[in-house]
């Protein structure tokens, strides 16, 4: 569990204390000719670790324009990080310290995107991004690539990687031509201890393969992403034959063991738990990408019985992750004999001033790019219900994406097929309210950077897309209790992986088993005809594998472009001026239970 502020400190001051002598004081050991013991020589150090910081820096949600809160009173950014790293470097010693992050840095946030996008960091003369500004500041020694490093181009990612004052490594990150490694792969870093003996860490950086389908537009062609354990299994004896004492890996992975993508990759999504598994010679993972905390999870490595310990803090700078070793001199050569980790919660300490005041100014033009006024709306909408309803607010998505796929296909061969749109409910506070609309409304309802796809599908096809949509839901008898708190979310499917399909009408009957509850579908008001060709309008994620719905990755392509749907329904509303749900709102899907509507 998470420890308080007061906890941290006290340990932590024991463990410095514990660090201020515990090299140079000699423990008794095995006893010799003399009959007197032969001191021993110790050393511990701490490897601090971030994940996911997804652009965030302040305190602050840019899609509300107010402090970020949730439900367990969390806080995020690097400002709250660096007070943390602070302090376990004022514990255990500057020197004693290394301080690491496990991937998807620059997208996340209004603010990322205002550095991407509107005033871009690879212009000429152009300004350093926040990120990079913020983590030089605190002192990063490496970072692992993510697969979200990539959504804006490998332009913006080499600017940002020139800009670091610390690598960002990718072992499994390869040139396409050459398979060599785009990035470096890991780095070396010696610490200095009492005993004039240097400790030798290695941290390799590992990424996911998912990029190569999540990312195809940007880097198809150009690189590959071979699997973690794979690479792993060629660095780590490198490694260690270079002398590394310690061997770090951070991997912008889960421990699952799980992918989203089906079996269109022969790469594990989630492979942090395989690599510690598998691969002898690791120590310890930060494992990133999965959003879950884990202050402690320990894997035993097949070959060598030795407990590998993985380590998670949760997204967005809400934790802190320290991995706490103790080596011992042994036989000429230090020897971690003891792991531990832990995470530190970011709510217990206040913003660095040092970080805020350092990106005052860039805070401050994002906070008035996204508070400019598009248009109006005629009426509140909300994301309140729509994980069970057919909500306006997602037919406001929906509307956009279908008239900007009719409008690119006009003219051409699939111009007489009908449009088809899938959307899902990214957050359940969106909110666009009645009057003025600002970008920061329009943003939060949609806080991804997907881009928008066509693609050719039969109704047969749409008909299994919507059973493996419907998985989402539990399994409810007819006449059994509905509470919404537990109605949704079956099998840990998470939100963005329930998809709402416009233009066809259906019922999904919650008393059924998964794979069978779509009933009365229809299009137009007939039934829907399985050998009828439709056009789906579709973010990129879900086109190209994301959640590995059926068919659809497999589709032909009919048409793409590289502006992400955000912006797309930022500029349908300042082009439209008013946006009024009784023009496009309509229900085409209800939950039902043997026919009867849930709500």
């Known amino acids: 569990m998470p420890l308080n502020r007061r906890t941290f400190l006290e340990r932590s001051a024991a463990a410095g204390a514990g660090v ?40 602050w949600d840019y ?76 002192g990063y020694d490496a970072a692992a690539l993510g697969n979200h490093e990539f959504n804006y181009g490998i332009p913006v990612l080499r600017k940002f990687e020139e800009q670091c004052d610390f690598p960002l490594l990718g072992a499994n990150a390869l040139d396409a031509k050459t398979l060599r490694p785009a990035f470096p792969p890991y780095s070396m870093h010696c610490l200095r201890t009492p005993h004039g003996k240097d400790v030798k860490v290695a941290v390799l950086g590992l990424t996911n393969p998912g990029i190569a389908i999540w990312d195809k537009a940007n880097v198809s062609g150009r690189m590959v992403f071979p699997g973690l354990e794979e690479q792993a299994a060629k660095w780590v004896p490198k490694l260690r034959s270079m002398g590394a004492d310690v061997v770090v890996v951070s991997a912008h992975s889960g421990s699952s063991g799980t992918s989203s993508y089906g079996d269109q990759l022969p790469h594990i999504e989630n492979a942090a738990g395989l690599v510690a598994e598998q691969v002898p010679g690791i120590d310890a993972i930060l494992v990133g990408h999965a959003h879950t905390e884990i202050p402690e999870y320990r894997v035993k490595n097949k070959e060598t019985g030795k407990d590998v310990v993985l380590s998670e803090p949760l997204k967005w700078g809400q934790r802190l992750t320290l991995f706490d070793f103790d080596l011992v001199w042994e036989k000429g050569r230090w020897v971690v004999e003891k792991v531990a980790a832990q995470v530190l919660n970011s709510n217990t300490v206040a913003e660095d001033p040092k970080i805020t005041g350092l990106l005052a100014d860039e805070h401050e033009k994002v906070v008035a790019y996204v508070n400019q006024v598009i248009g109006t709306s005629t009426a509140v909408m909300s994301t309140a219900d729509a994980p069970w309803k057919d909500e306006p607010i997602i037919d406001l998505i929906n509307v956009v994406q279908a008239e900007t796929v009719k409008a690119a296909l006009a003219g051409g061969a699939y111009a007489a097929l009908p449009v088809l749109s899938q959307a899902s409910c990214f957050s359940r506070t969106a909110r666009i309210p009645a009057g003025q609309v600002t970008i920061k409304d329009a943003a939060g309802l949609y806080p991804f950077e997907n881009t928008l796809e066509a693609r050719l599908m039969t109704g047969a096809q749409l008909k299994e897309y919507l059973e493996y949509s419907a998985r989402y839901y539990v399994q409810t008898a007819a006449g059994a209790p509905v509470d919404t708190a537990k109605l949704t979310n079956a099998g840990g499917t998470p939100d963005y992986n329930y998809d709402a399909v416009s233009g066809l009408t259906y019922e999904i009957d919650i008393a059924k088993p998964a794979g069978s509850r779509i009933v009365n579908l229809s299009f137009e008001g007939r039934p829907l005809d399985p050998a009828a060709k439709f056009v789906l309008a579709v973010n990129n994620y879900r086109a190209s594998g994301g959640g590995a719905f059926p068919h659809v990755a497999n589709a032909q392509q009919l048409w793409a472009n590289s502006d992400e749907i955000r912006n797309t329904i930022i500029q349908w509303v300042t082009a439209k001026g008013t946006v009024d749900p009784g023009q496009f709102a309509s229900v085409d899907w209800k939950l039902t239970r043997d026919g009867v509507p849930v709500f």
């Open 20 to 59: 201020a002598v515990a090299g140079a004081v000699a423990v008794p050991a095995e006893a010799h000719g003399s009959g007197r013991p032969r001191p021993q020589k110790r050393y511990s150090f701490t490897v601090m670790g971030t994940t996911d910081l997804h652009g965030n820096v302040f305190n």
């Open 63 to 138: 899609f509300t324009d107010r402090e970020f809160d949730d439900k367990a009173h969390n806080d995020i950014g690097l400002a709250k990080i660096s007070t943390l790293v602070d302090q376990v470097r004022a514990a255990k010693g500057r020197r004693n310290t290394l301080l690491i992050d496990a991937g998807d840095t620059i997208q996340g946030t209004q603010l990322s995107y205002y550095y991407a996008k509107v005033d871009p960091i690879t212009k000429a003369g152009g300004p350093v991004h926040p990120m990079a500004q913020a983590m030089n500041a605190i």
